[in-house]
């Protein structure tokens, strides 16, 4: 029986904890019911205090808090509810979890962390050199911090020596459903894959990704070239057309570009591109090569594969998904 210890820190996102908890306990039931011994020993564990009251009205109550002697084999680190902006200060009020993190590994014990819980791993430098995963919207911010890290933006799960790491929102249930079939065997996890109504297999979260146009810099110029991009990315702009607006060489530009951003500017383009026609699907327009043309691009072929790169799908699959939501 593996001893599971889901980490309880003030700012955790409860409903992470919740659904991590009822998936594992799952995983017990569906064992016993096939005549299995239950696989998991599940517990919280605080950082500070065994009653964690959080910011919401939720409360946890943990049989333990980091400070106690004990044995595990697998650490879970849920997300945050935290703002960006306050990423700093939960980190430095968790020092003594990002200690004892480290230290358990030492023990060889499994650390997985879900969404943004990858923040204390990458603090921890255990992720150094190794490829990681979390939420898309937290990935340029950790990319910039941590750039020793090897970050997947499209992984939904990574599994690296004793070390697993899973994407973003509730795609990170994936990453449990990939742990429970390590542990367990292929037939629990696509049980579970059916109650929990999950894409059993799942391997990118590309198709969720909002792209936010990489500002966190503070190259003025590039930032110019960013607004130009943005208000002309239906014509059929060229890089050396952007250049001339911020004054620069193509060779200048792309360089400046490149570093400021980590695209270049035909990588940028075309995820603009791909995220207007993204919203034009979402909003239940079905007419692809009428958006196809609308977004700046004269080639159908092109369009889908641009399209399929970037999201893990076809501009149909897309359509299908989003038009059924909508229809809904």
């Known amino acids: 029986m593996k001893h599971i210890s889901i980490v309880i820190y003030e700012d ?27 696989p998991f020993r599940i517990e ?12 919401m009205p939720v409360q946890f109550y943990c049989s333990k808090t980091i400070a106690d002697e004990f044995e595990t084999d697998t650490i879970i680190i849920p997300p945050m509810s ?4 306050d990423i700093n200060t939960l980190l430095l ?7 004892w993190i480290k230290e358990q590994y ?20 255990l992720l150094d050199g190794m490829p990681a995963t979390s939420h898309w919207g937290a990935m340029e911010d950790l990319q ?5 890290i090897d970050f997947r933006p499209d992984h939904v799960v990574t599994h690296s020596k004793a070390i697993i790491t899973g994407g973003g929102g509730f795609s990170s249930l994936n990453a449990l459903l990939y742990f429970i079939e390590q542990s367990c065997g292929k037939e629990i996890s696509v049980a579970l894959s059916k109650i929990y109504a999950l894409d059993y297999g799942r391997t990118s979260q590309s198709i969720f990704t909002v792209f936010s146009g990489k500002r ?5 110029e590039i930032h110019q070239a960013q607004c130009y991009i943005e208000k002309t990315f239906e014509t059929d702009i060229s890089v050396e057309q952007i250049a001339r607006q911020v004054n620069m060489s193509k060779r200048n530009f792309i360089r400046r570009f490149k570093n ?7 990588e940028f383009i075309q995820r603009i591109k791909v995220e207007a026609a993204k919203k034009a699907f979402e909003a239940g327009e079905t007419n692809i090569a009428a958006i196809t043309y609308r977004v700046g691009y004269n080639d159908l072929k092109t369009f889908r594969m641009v399209f399929k790169r970037i999201t893990g799908s076809t501009p149909v699959e897309y359509r299908n998904q989003y038009k059924t939501l909508t229809a809904v």
Not at 26 to 31: D, K, V, Y
Not at 111 to 120: D, E, K, N, P, V
């Open 93 to 99: 009020k968790n020092r003594e979890l990002i200690e």
């Open 44 to 55: 919280l564990v605080g950082v500070h205090l065994k009653n964690v009251q959080l910011s």
């Open 82 to 85: 935290t703002a960006q902006s």
């Open 144 to 148: 910039q911090r941590y750039p020793l």
């Open 216 to 220: 966190q810099h503070n190259d003025e």
């Open 260 to 266: 400021a951003t980590s695209l270049s500017p035909i």
């Open 12 to 38: 955790v996102l409860p409903a992470a904890v919740a659904n991590t908890t009822a998936m594992l306990f799952s995983a017990n039931e569906a064992a016993v019911k096939n005549g299995l011994p239950a």
């Open 106 to 125: 030492d023990k060889k014990v499994e650390i997985m962390s879900l969404c943004t819980g990858a923040y204390f791993l990458a603090e921890c430098g």
